[in-house]
Every structure is written in structure tokens, then in C-alpha cells.
């Protein structure tokens, strides 16, 4: 995707984050999705697949993980998962879980390939680059091996969690175990290399400056600059839960001032995604008119924000979905994980 002709400095961007009135960033952000998909709010029918909770970090932002038996403690098995993803409107599987080494790369790899054998046209966008850090270090072998037998397996594409905030200093301060953010851009440049695509992910509302949250755009927009294949990115408002990290989740016009500034700045990457888990669906909903062009999915048994006290359901209808995009004044159109909308939707089931 070719990039603005006039392109948004870092400097500009903190001033649109910290200066500009809401409803002129607002207006900006939806000329510009309005250029690029004119009224057309796209979404998919997926299914969120969390093979296990068990956990050997202990983020301190993170609700969803857990030890050998706490109460919310919980491993799905191989059985289950397919059984999940039998429902033959599903176009995509998004597979992210814990690290834990009964889930180890074998393991996950088998997952992934009884997936693909099963369900030939599903889209399956699988292990964030935490999972991957991890499977490399306990294989003892390069991500980009890893990532290449994914591939081979049957994955489709690189899910963007794990960015957190690409800064050293939120690093050390709030999940200093897992991958920093030299290691998260290396491996999504590795997945691109290897003809992966990726999302990125952006978590704001905690301990971030306005200058981290610029800074992080920046990072993202060099990869990109750098023959990237990143295709969405979604800001995800950080869900304090029981954390204690900060008291309160981050207000709705500030979501929606981050999710304006994305579209602006990220202007190589296609889709900015209103991510209604973490946004809650009214922000979510009006995040639409503030520059977003994606309502992810149906998600079917999310668990990663459920276990993090989210308020949003752990699953939405399509029906509800298109009545939300409707109600804002757009056309709903739905996607398969791949972004296509004029494509086939559903997968092949073969039983
Ligand atoms: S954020 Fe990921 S790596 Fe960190 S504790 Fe939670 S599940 Fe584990």
C-alpha cells in the first residue's frame, strides 16, 4: 500500500494526539478510510481457539494467564478445539495461548496440521511472536525455522499480539520475562520474509507516554517502509482487571483519539481494526466513524479477555455485527481472514 504523499512526522503525530480537537482528528481519520474503502466496514465470522491458560511468566498486566492449580487454571484438548471450529460458517481460527511446555512446539505444530486436514479452507492466523520466542528457545532453533515449518503446517498468517508497547522501558516495567521489542520486530520480519503476513497490536492505557504510543506508530511504519506484510493493526485498550497496573480503563474519547491517529500515521498499512473486546462495543461502534475500517469478528469463545473482567460478550452474532455497521451509517461486507470480501466466506469442511 503506498504511503500518504505528505507523510505525518513524529513530531506532527504528538501534536495530533495531544492538541487536536476529537471530532477534526475524527473527521481527518474518516476522509482518509473513506479514500481507501469509501462506506465499506468489513468483518469476518472467526473463532478465537485459547488451547490453554498455564503460563511460566507472569506478565503484571496479564489477567488471562495461569498457574498448575489456580482456580481459573484451564487446558483444552486437541477433541475439543476441532469440535469448536466445526461450524462451517467459520472462515478463520485465531490460535494464541499461554507458554507452557505440555503445549510445546510439537505439539502445537500437530494442532495446527489436524486443523488444516480438517477444515481445508479455513484461514488460520496462529502463535503471536511470544509463542514463537518460545517455541525457538525450547527447540533450540532459529524463529525463523520455526516460523518456516508453520508455514508448512498450515498457517496462514502471524496474529500482532505481543507488541504491548515497543519500548525498553514499559518492557523491564510490566513483563520484563517474555520478548522485548527488538525480538517482536525481528520475528515479525522473519514471518514476512518467510510470506507470513502479521497484525500488530498496540496495548495503550496503562503506563505509556503520548511520546511511546507516536513512537511505537513509527516503529510499526519503518518495518512496513522496509517491505513489510503487515495487514491490520489493532489498538487494544488495556482491561486493568485485578492487575492493579492502573485503576481505571482508558476513556472512550481517548480510544477513539488513538484509533484516528493510526489511520493517519500508519498510512502503508491497509486496515485498522476496532478490536470491540478491549474497546468495549460502543467505542468500538463509534470507532468506525473515527477512521477504523474493520469490526474483527464473531470470536466465538474468546477467553483472553473474559478472564481479564472485559465487559463485552464473549461472542457477537453477524447479525448484530452488520446492525452495529449499519446503525453508523456504513455497508457492512463480510471478509475472510485474508481481507477478501468479493471471496468465498465459510470454510470446507472435510469429514
Ligand atoms: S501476557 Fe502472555 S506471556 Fe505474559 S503471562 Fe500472559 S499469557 Fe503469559
Excluded at 236 to 245: E, I
Amino acid at each position: 500500500m503506498r504511503p500518504t504523499p505528505s507523510r505525518i512526522s513524529a513530531s506532527d503525530a504528538l501534536s495530533l494526539l495531544q492538541e487536536t480537537p476529537l471530532l477534526d482528528l475524527g473527521i481527518r481519520a474518516y476522509d482518509r478510510k473513506h479514500e481507501l474503502f469509501g462506506n465499506q466496514i468489513t468483518y469476518v465470522q472467526n473463532r478465537h481457539v485459547n488451547p490453554t491458560n498455564l503460563c511460566v511468566y507472569s506478565c503484571r498486566f496479564c489477567d488471562f494467564a495461569a498457574k498448575k492449580g489456580d482456580a481459573h487454571a484451564y487446558e483444552l484438548t486437541e477433541a475439543a478445539i476441532l469440535k469448536d471450529l466445526s461450524d462451517p460458517s467459520l472462515s478463520e481460527a485465531h490460535v494464541v495461548g499461554g507458554l507452557w511446555p505440555s503445549w510445546g512446539f510439537k505439539r502445537s505444530l500437530e494442532l495446527i496440521k489436524s486443523i488444516r486436514s480438517h477444515y481445508p479452507g479455513l484461514w488460520i492466523k496462529a502463535f503471536t511472536a511470544v509463542e514463537i520466542a518460545y517455541f525457538a528457545r525450547m527447540e533450540k532453533k532459529p524463529s525463523l525455522e520455526i516460523l518456516e515449518q508453520m508455514k508448512a503446517a498450515g498457517v496462514d498468517m502471524v496474529p500482532g499480539g505481543g507488541a504491548e508497547i515497543l519500548d525498553e522501558r514499559i518492557h523491564q516495567a510490566l513483563y520484563k520475562d517474555k520478548i522485548g521489542p527488538a525480538d517482536w520486530l525481528r520475528i515479525h520480519k522473519e514471518a514476512h520474509e518467510v510470506g507470513l503476513p502479521s497484525n500488530a497490536t498496540m496495548l495503550f492505557g496503562h503506563i505509556e507516554t503520548d511520546e511511546e504510543i507516536v513512537d511505537h506508530l513509527m516503529q510499526l511504519r519503518d518495518l512496513q517502509d522496509r517491505g513489510g506484510l503487515f495487514q491490520s493493526f489493532i489498538p487494544l485498550a488495556f482491561l486493568p482487571g485485578k492487575t492493579k497496573v492502573v485503576a481505571q480503563q482508558v476513556s472512550a474519547p481517548r480510544c477513539l483519539r488513538i484509533i484516528a491517529l493510526s489511520r493517519l500515521v500508519l498510512d502503508n498499512i491497509p486496515h485498522i481494526k476496532a478490536y470491540w473486546p478491549t474497546l468495549g462495543l460502543e467505542t468500538a461502534a463509534s470507532a468506525l466513524s473515527f477512521g477504523a475500517d474493520d469490526l474483527d469478528g464473531t470470536l466465538g469463545k474468546e477467553r483472553i479477555m473474559q478472564l481479564a473482567d472485559s465487559e463485552s460478550p464473549a461472542a457477537l452474532t453477524r447479525s448484530f455485527m452488520e446492525d452495529i455497521i449499519r446503525d453508523g451509517g456504513q455497508v457492512a461486507a463480510e471478509r475472510n481472514g485474508s481481507f477478501e470480501v468479493d471471496a468465498a466466506v465459510g470454510q470446507q469442511v472435510s469429514v
